[in-house]
C-alpha cells in the first residue's frame, strides 16, 4: 500500500479509484481544496447530491460556480481560475438533493471559521521550518529496542483553553484564548520543570461548541483557530519537540455532531454515518457514529490519522471511545440493536477497521503511540494484526484508575474490606500494554479533583494524594495526569476557566507540587520504574495481602535486575518495626519520603538502618498516609 499511497499523491486517476476502495490514505490531497498552478482546485464527495456549487468570498457567495460530477460514485470537482489568491477566504459548499438546499463546511479543509461562523477557509500547504529531527531519531531509537518502549511515558494530559487564559480572565465568551505560540512559551519550560515526557491534548480538532472539550468534530483535518493558524499549531508541536516532549493529541472517529454545516447527513441523506437505526445514533450524546464499513469513510479517517502524523508530526493519538465502536449494542437497550452475522453483539466493520487503521499507521509510522480508550475486558487490544488483535500499542487502564479512586475515597477505617482494589490490577496488568490515566473524565460532573476525592481532612488529603501518586509510579504502566492534579486543585476543572494557578501560593499545594516534580524527577532517572512495564519480569510482590494494615509493598525491577523496594501505608496509623523482606543483605538508600516536611509531611523518624543484615529483612517504622521507596546501594 506504500506504493500505491505514493501514486495516488501524483495521479489523480489512481485517488478517486482508491479513495472508493478505501485504501486512499491520503485521500486529503485529493479531496478538499488545492491550488494547482494558477487556479484552485475544489473536490468533495457527495453522491446523493443533484447539484453542489461552491460559495464563498471571492464570489460573493453567489451560485456562479458549480462543480462537475467526476466519479459515479459521486466525487465532484470544480477548477477556479484564480487570478490573485484566494488563500484566507472562506467558503462552502451548496448541496441540492431531495432533501433540500444545505450549506456545507468542507470535509477536508485545512482551516475553518469557529465558534459563531462555521465556513471553510482556504488554507493550501504552505512549508514550515521544523526543527525537531533530534527528537524524532530519539523516538525512533526508543521503537527499536529489543524491549518493548523501555522508556519513561509520563503524561500531563491538558486542554489548551483552560491551561492559562489571557489576564486569567473567563472564556465563556471564547475571547481570552491565548493562541498556539503564547501557549507553548507557558507550557514547555513548565513542562521541563515538572518532569513531564509528553502532553496529551484534548481534541483540538475544529469543534464549534466549547462545552463539548473539542470532542464534536466538525473539522477534521483542521486544528481549531480559536488558538491561531495551523502554522501556529506546528510552531507549538515543534517547540514541545525541540524540549523533547511529546505530543499526543485526541482523536475522535466515533461520532461526530449533528451541526449543520459539518458531516452531518452531508448530501441529503447519511453518508458518513450509518444508514440504519440501529447503529446510526448515540442517544445519550445526541451525535451520529462514523459507518466505518464504508470504503470512502475508511479512507477519510484513516487518512485523518495519518495527516496528523504525517503533516504535524504528531507523536500519538489517543482513540476516543473505542468500546462505543466496538459493540452493536453499547448505550442501546434491547430491541434497539441488531446481532452481527454470528449472531453476537461485537460490530464487525468496526473490529475490521480498526485492524485497518492501525496497520495502515503502523506500516508507516513503526515509533508512534495509538492508546485506545476502552473501557471494557475486550480482548487483544494491544496485540498485533497478525494474532489477532485490534493492533493498538496502549491502551487506558480504566479499570485501575476506577478501583484506585473508590479506594481513596474510602474511610481507612474501611480500607481492609477495600484491599482487593489496591492489588486487584495486578491479576490482569501484563494482559495490556496499559497507561494508567487519571483524566479529565474522573475531575468533572460532581466526581470531585482528584485531591478531594481523598479521603479525610485537609492534611490527611494532601497525605493520601502523595501515597497514592507514588504508588502510580511506581505501578507497571506508563503514567498519565490531567493538568491541575500536580498542585491538588481542589475546584472540580472547568473548561470556560483558567487552572487556579493562585492555589501555588498556600503552602500545601506549592509543597505538593514540588513532590510531584520531584517524583517525575525520580521516575525519569530510575530505570527500574520504567524499563520493564509490560511482563512479569519487571516486578516482584512483597506484600500483596497486608489490609488489616493497609499496606502494600512490592519491588519494580529494570533488566538488570537491580530494584526498587516500594512501600505503601494507605493508614493514618504510624506501624513501628515493620519488616520488609528483600532479596539480599546490603546498604540500602532510601530514594523518596512522601512525609518529608518539605512536602508537607511531619518527617516521622523511620527508625531504620539502611543496612540490611544477613536475614535479608529491611525493619522500619511505616509513616502515617506515606510511600517509601529504597534501593540497594551498589558500590
Not at 448 to 456: A, E, M, R, T
Not at 459 to 485: I, S, V
Not at 550 to 565: C, H, P, Y
Amino acid at each position: 500500500m506504500q506504493n500505491e499511497n505514493t501514486t495516488v499523491e501524483k495521479n489523480t486517476e489512481l485517488a478517486p479509484y482508491y479513495f472508493h476502495q478505501g485504501t486512499n490514505y491520503q485521500s486529503y490531497r485529493y479531496l478538499g481544496v488545492h491550488r494547482t498552478g494558477d487556479a484552485y482546485v475544489f473536490r468533495t464527495w457527495a453522491p446523493n447530491a443533484a447539484r453542489i456549487f461552491v460559495i464563498g468570498d471571492f464570489n460573493n457567495w453567489q451560485e456562479t460556480d458549480e462543480m462537475t460530477r467526476v466519479t459515479e460514485q459521486g466525487i465532484y470537482e470544480l477548477v477556479y481560475p484564480a487570478k490573485t489568491s484566494l488563500e484566507g477566504s472562506c467558503y462552502k459548499f451548496r448541496l441540492y438533493s431531495a432533501a433540500g438546499v444545505h450549506n456545507k463546511a468542507d470535509p477536508y479543509a485545512f482551516s475553518s471559521e469557529t465558534l459563531k461562523n462555521t465556513a471553510s477557509v482556504v488554507h493550501t500547504e504552505t512549508a514550515f521550518p521544523w526543527s525537531d529531527a533530534g527528537w524524532l531519531r530519539h523516538r525512533r531509537a526508543i521503537s527499536e529496542k529489543p524491549h518493548f518502549y523501555s522508556a519513561p511515558m509520563n503524561i500531563y494530559e491538558m486542554h489548551l483553553g483552560s491551561f492559562m487564559t489571557k489576564e486569567g480572565r473567563s472564556n465563556k465568551d471564547g475571547d481570552a484564548y491565548l493562541n498556539y505560540r503564547e501557549i507553548a512559551a507557558e507550557l514547555v519550560p513548565y513542562l521541563v520543570q515538572m518532569g513531564y515526557t509528553h502532553v496529551e491534548l484534548l481534541p483540538i480538532t475544529e469543534h464549534p461548541f466549547d462545552g463539548s472539550w473539542g470532542y464534536q468534530v466538525c473539522g477534521y483535518y483542521a486544528p481549531t483557530s480559536r488558538y491561531g493558524s495551523p502554522e501556529d499549531f506546528k510552531y507549538f508541536v515543534n517547540e514541545l519537540h525541540r524540549h523533547h516532549i511529546g505530543v499526543i493529541m485526541d482523536w475522535v472517529p466515533a461520532h461526530f455532531p449533528k451541526d449543520e454545516h459539518g458531516l452531518y447527513e452531508f448530501d441529503g441523506t447519511p453518508l458518513y454515518e450509518y444508514q440504519g437505526r440501529d447503529r446510526q445514533e448515540s442517544a445519550s450524546w445526541g451525535t451520529r457514529f462514523f459507518d466505518v464499513g464504508r470504503e470512502e469513510v475508511q479512507s477519510f479517517l484513516v487518512s485523518n490519522a495519518l495527516f496528523w502524523l504525517r503533516e504535524y508530526h504528531i507523536d500519538g493519538l489517543r482513540v476516543d471511545a473505542v468500546a462505543s465502536m466496538l459493540y452493536l449494542d453499547y448505550d442501546r437497550k434491547p430491541g434497539e440493536w441488531v446481532p452481527n452475522s454470528h449472531g453476537d453483539n461485537k460490530n464487525l466493520e468496526a473490529i475490521a477497521f480498526f485492524q485497518k487503521l492501525n496497520s495502515a499507521v503502523f506500516g508507516e509510522f513503526g515509533d508512534v503511540l495509538m492508546i485506545a480508550e476502552e473501557s471494557t475486558s475486550w480482548p487483544m487490544i494491544t496485540k498485533p494484526v497478525a494474532l489477532g488483535g485490534l493492533g493498538f500499542n496502549f491502551k487506558w487502564n480504566m479499570g485501575w484508575a476506577n478501583d484506585m479512586f473508590a479506594y481513596l475515597e474510602t474511610d481507612p477505617i474501611y480500607r481492609m474490606y477495600n484491599h482487593d482494589k489496591l492489588t486487584f490490577s495486578m491479576m490482569y496488568a501484563f494482559d495490556e500494554n496499559y497507561i494508567l490515566p487519571v483524566s479529565h473524565d474522573e475531575v468533572v460532573h460532581g466526581k470531585k479533583s482528584l485531591i478531594d476525592k481523598c479521603h479525610g481532612e485537609y492534611e490527611q488529603k494532601f497525605a493520601t494524594d502523595r501515597t497514592f501518586l507514588a504508588y502510580m509510579m511506581a505501578h507497571p504502566g506508563k503514567k498519565m495526569t490531567f493538568m491541575g492534579c500536580e498542585y491538588g486543585q481542589f475546584r472540580e476543572w472547568d473548561y470556560e476557566n483558567q487552572l487556579e494557578w493562585f492555589m501555588c501560593d498556600y503552602p500545601r499545594h506549592a509543597q505538593l507540587r514540588l513532590f510531584v516534580g520531584d517524583l517525575n524527577r525520580l521516575y525519569l532517572k530510575e530505570s527500574c520504574l520504567w524499563e520493564d512495564d509490560f511482563s512479569w519480569g519487571g516486578f516482584r510482590w512483597i506484600y500483596p495481602d497486608r489490609r488489616e494494615d493497609n499496606v502494600s509493598a512490592f519491588a519494580r525491577r529494570n533488566l538488570r535486575g537491580e530494584e526498587i523496594i516500594a512501600i505503601f501505608n494507605f493508614s493514618p496509623v504510624r506501624r513501628e518495626n515493620y519488616e520488609i523482606p528483600t532479596l539480599s543483605p546490603g546498604e540500602y538508600d532510601l530514594l523518596m519520603n512522601t512525609d518529608e516536611t518539605r512536602y508537607g509531611g511531619n518527617d516521622t523518624p523511620l527508625s531504620c538502618s539502611k543496612t540490611v543484615l544477613g536475614d535479608g529483612v529491611l525493619r522500619l517504622t511505616l509513616p502515617p498516609l506515606s510511600a517509601l521507596y529504597f534501593q540497594k546501594k551498589i558500590h
